[in-house]
């Protein structure tokens, strides 16, 4: 039975409302879940064994849209590599306009990066930066739960609003506000029977 736990000492919490969800901020499909473009912020902070955890905008109600602990980070020259070249990251370089995949920066050997257009929406224009040297990283996390921004059967709203945010995002350090978090969640799991990480529910086609 898998369940959500710290990974190190004194891990932190990153909160955050995930306003787009297409499947590729998170991309949460292949049994693992990746954060490779948007919230840079968190991106270039967030640490092996933190937790992130995503949530569906005040309008629809501010439940969790998935939860991942992080126990890879990879920087974006490496992270194409691997979508590239292995299959634990397959799928993952679009391949239209409709193509959720996030690996829409490809290296090139002079150090730049071309750009592929994708469901994200990202442009070279607006994004670049903010995707590749604000960022800079890509959170990876084999544990993680996806439950989509529009699925009732897996409706998990949180019980007070320590964890809650407006713009940007809101990172916990205090460890009891974490364990409180880190009980009802392996409670929620519990109640609907999910013994597994994974993909639970479906982002917006």
Request: hydrophobic fraction near 30%; glycine fraction near 6%.
């Amino acid at each position: 039975m898998e369940r959500i736990t710290k990974q190190t000492d004194h891990p932190a919490l990153y909160s955050y409302i995930v306003s787009y969800d297409y499947g590729n901020a998170p991309n949460p499909d292949f049994h693992i879940c990746t954060l490779a473009i948007c919230k840079p912020v968190i991106r270039r902070c967030a640490k092996v064994g933190d937790i992130i955890l995503g949530l569906s905008p005040k309008r629809m109600g501010n439940h969790i849209v998935y939860c991942m602990v992080i126990d890879e980070i990879a920087e974006w020259k490496d992270y194409y590599q691997r979508c590239k070249n292995s299959t634990d990251l397959s799928n993952r370089i679009p391949t239209d306009k409709n193509h959720n995949g996030d690996c829409i920066w490809l290296y090139q050997e002079n150090g730049e990066y071309d750009w592929l257009e994708s469901k994200s929406e990202h442009t070279r224009e607006d994004d670049e930066y903010r995707d590749l040297y604000s960022g800079k990283r890509v959170l990876i996390g084999r544990k993680y739960w996806y439950f989509g921004s529009n699925s009732p059967t897996y409706c998990i709203q949180l019980p007070n609003s320590h964890l809650l945010v407006g713009r940007g995002h809101r990172k916990i350090t205090e460890q009891q506000v974490i364990n409180e978090f880190i009980l009802f969640f392996n409670e929620q799991l519990k109640q609907r029977k999910i013994n597994s990480s994974g993909k639970y529910g479906n982002y917006f086609e």
